[in-house]
Every structure is written in C-alpha cells, then in structure tokens.
C-alpha cells in the first residue's frame, strides 16, 4: 500500500533560518505529491503540489521537487518567519487520473516552531 | 467563494451515544472526503463521496458511517461513542477529475468531537 515517511519533529528555528523538512514515500502507481499545513485551531490547506516527476511546487516561499529516482519530495524554505510556525504535513495521491478515487496518504506531520 | 463549512465545530458526548457531523462542500466540488486526525494516529482517511455514492473507505469499524445528498452536501455518524473516538474530524471537497480535478483537496475547519 501507499504510505508517506517524514521526519519527527518538533522543528525549532530561529527567523530567517534555513528550513528543510524530508519527506518519502512509497506507491504503487504514479502519485501527485502535497504539501499541506496546518496552522494551530485551523484545517489543512494546500500549501504547494506536484503531479509529475520533477516537477517543481513552490508558494510562499516554499518549495519542494519530486523525485522520482528517491521517492521524496523534501519542503524547504530558504528564510522562515515567526508566521511559518505551524504543522506540515506530506501527502500523496493516487489515481488521479481516469476517475479514481480521491484518498489521501499523509504523513505523521511536524511541528515547526520559528522564535522571533 | 464560500470555502468548506463543518458543523457542529466542537461538541462533547458521552460513551455510547452517537454524533452526526455535516459538511458543506465548496459550490461545483462534487467529492467530499472525511478524515480524523487524533494525536496518536495522525489523519487517517474514513470515506469519500461523489455524487451520492461512497467510493472508498478506510479501516473503520462500521459504527462510522457516512452518506451524500444530491446537493453534495456530506454527513458523517459514529454510533456507539467510545473514548477513542474523540478526534478531530476533517471533511474535504475537491473537483473530480472530470472536472478537472488534480487531486487538490480543500479541508474544513473540523468538528472537535470530545467523548467522556
């Protein structure tokens, strides 16, 4: 089955840090890969995606590529700010295409915590 | 656009009784999915919708249950309420891939299900 590794938190960083958070998965067909967060008392939102290998998600700030070769798709942030601070969540999704299923793998999610 | 609404927001049960949650898709999503998301376990996906049928569920016990109006409009109920049950439960609507869609999911705030 589909599943989606990334690493435990919690992350804490200092304003303008440098941030990456790894993310790995595992499917059986060709997934589209996400990045959700979760700001504290709020639902998730679309953060950035990417449905192809190689492909490019950015917003905000962020970024992430898919991998194909290494089955990742690591977030990073070159300069973060106080507002960053919430949970990040990886996802994926199979079957996209051809009227499947909308199910949703996601990750344990981490916590990013940014100190003015 | 209205995004998605979750009623109710917060609610407290007790042990055995049952909770129905409702969810209002954002207008032309014709998917709904839900999710619970506890500490423990992270988000777990419990079942999506299109139009009026359920095409997937995860591994939930079938006191969780859930079913689709014609106006897309979702609801959820768990029966028999156990301690473990209390969760946040997250509905999420997307376009489907006739669509359009490319497997973006737009998430309600959630209702915090408290069970004592």
């Known amino acids: 089955g589909n599943s989606v590794t990334q690493m435990e938190g919690p992350v804490t960083l200092s304003e303008e840090a440098f941030l990456t958070i790894n993310c790995t998965y595992t499917?059986?067909?060709?997934?589209?890969l996400f990045w959700y967060v979760q700001y504290p008392g709020e639902g998730l939102q679309l953060l950035l995606k990417?449905?192809?290998?190689?492909d490019k998600g950015s917003n905000k700030g962020f970024e992430a590529t898919y991998r194909k070769e290494t089955t990742s798709f690591h977030l990073e942030k070159g300069s973060v700010q106080v507002s960053d601070s919430a949970v990040y969540f990886c996802?994926?999704?199979?079957?996209?295409?051809?009227?499947?299923?909308?199910?949703?793998?996601f990750g344990k999610g981490t916590l990013l915590t940014v100190n003015p | 656009k209205a995004g998605v609404t979750q009623t109710p927001r917060y609610l407290i049960k007790t042990r055995g009784q049952q909770v129905t949650l409702s969810c209002s898709p954002i207008?032309?999503?014709?998917?709904v999915s839900w999710y619970q998301q506890t500490p423990g376990q992270g988000l777990q996906f419990l079942f999506e919708?299109?139009?009026?049928?359920?095409?997937n569920k995860g591994n939930f016990p079938g006191r969780f249950s859930g079913r689709q109006f014609s106006n897309s409009r979702s609801e959820m109920n768990v029966s028999t309420l156990e301690l473990g049950d209390s969760a946040l439960y997250l509905c999420?609507?997307?376009?489907?891939?006739?669509?359009?869609?490319?497997?973006?999911?737009?998430f309600g705030e959630g209702s915090r299900l408290t069970v004592l």
């Open positions: 499917a059986t067909g060709y997934p589209s």
């Open positions: 990417a449905t192809k290998a190689d």
């Open positions: 999420a609507s997307s376009l489907a891939p006739g669509q359009g869609g490319t497997g973006e999911l737009f």
């Open positions: 207008s032309g999503h014709r998917s």
């Open positions: 919708y299109f139009s009026e049928t359920q095409r």
């Open positions: 996802a994926l999704i199979d079957g996209v295409s051809g009227g499947s299923n909308y199910k949703l793998t």
